[in-house]
């Protein structure tokens, strides 16, 4: 008697999903460049994959991201609010690289702002976006939207606002918050947050808080699902 044997018998193996370093940068007037020297980058296991989630507050933009040699590919970004706050997320296959290395960003113009940087190692990972989220606000709402994700997919976002009255935090639904970093630049706040899920999830919401956003201010969000490989 033949038995056949599905795949579907088989729970899928989900990403490998960790966050390992980050920074608040300040900025830099005369030049259009920041390098995160010797970020941590994780274990350089098989098929490592390394994602950059940066947040900024000028209005120009981020035009590469490059990790440890390796070229980034971009995967998300929020356009400017009203005040110029973007965000965005980009991947390298940072595979065969060191378990720590130097992120060399580029802008299209001098990095006139602070910036907020994360970095996250995945493992078992696509290196593409199954689906983004993107959004930004003015004062009296917060960033939010849905996204769609496979079983066993990761999901990254990041934000960055800003306001005039004074610092602010932001608190995260939907998705566990990693960092969460202030600026001494125009009150700037620079957040990111991620998981991975076990099972597929359609028009899931995520929503990032800011305890200034409902009376001043503005900001962006961007986030990404990342299927398993």
Same mark, same amino acid.
């Given at each position: ?41 994780? *274990? =350089?296991?098989? +098929? ?8 900024? =507050? *000028?209005?120009?933009? &981020? ?5 440890? +040699? ?15 706050? !973007?965000?965005?997320?980009?991947? /390298? =296959? $940072? ?13 299209? +113009?001098?990095?006139? /702002?602070? !910036? =907020? ?7 078992? /990972?696509?290196? *593409?976006?199954?689906? @983004? ?9 917060? &960033?939010?939207? #849905?996204?769609? +994700?496979?079983?066993? &997919? ?14 602010? $935090?932001?608190?995260? #639904? ?29 028009? !899931? @919401?995520? @929503? ?6 409902? $009376? ?5 969000? &961007? ?7």
């Amino acid at each position: 008697m033949a038995f056949i044997i599905s795949p579907y018998n088989f729970a899928i193996a989900p990403v490998l999903l960790e966050h390992t370093d980050g920074q608040v940068a300040e900025a830099n007037p005369v030049s259009f460049t920041h390098t995160m020297s010797g970020a941590d980058l994780g *274990s =350089n296991d098989t +098929g490592r994959l390394t994602v950059v989630a940066i947040g900024w =507050n *000028s209005g120009i933009t &981020c035009s590469s991201v490059v990790v440890d +040699g390796v070229s980034g590919t971009l995967l998300a970004v929020a356009s400017s609010d009203t005040y110029g706050h !973007k965000s965005s997320i980009w991947i /390298a =296959n $940072t595979n065969g690289t060191g378990s720590s290395g130097d992120i060399a960003i580029t802008w299209t +113009g001098y990095t006139t /702002a602070s !910036k =907020n940087i994360d970095v996250y190692s995945l493992h078992n /990972a696509s290196t *593409s976006a199954y689906d @983004t989220l993107v959004d930004n606000v003015n004062s009296g709402a917060n &960033c939010t939207g #849905t996204i769609d +994700g496979e079983a066993g &997919c990761a999901v990254i976002a990041t934000t960055m606002s800003g306001h005039s009255g004074g610092f602010s $935090t932001n608190s995260w #639904t939907g998705i566990t918050e990693d960092s969460d970093r202030q600026s001494s630049q125009n009150y700037l706040v620079g957040s990111s947050a991620s998981d991975v899920f076990a099972s597929s999830f359609t028009n !899931k @919401t995520i @929503t990032v808080a800011n305890s200034r956003l409902a $009376t001043d201010g503005a900001g962006s969000m &961007c986030a990404v699902s990342i299927s398993p490989a």
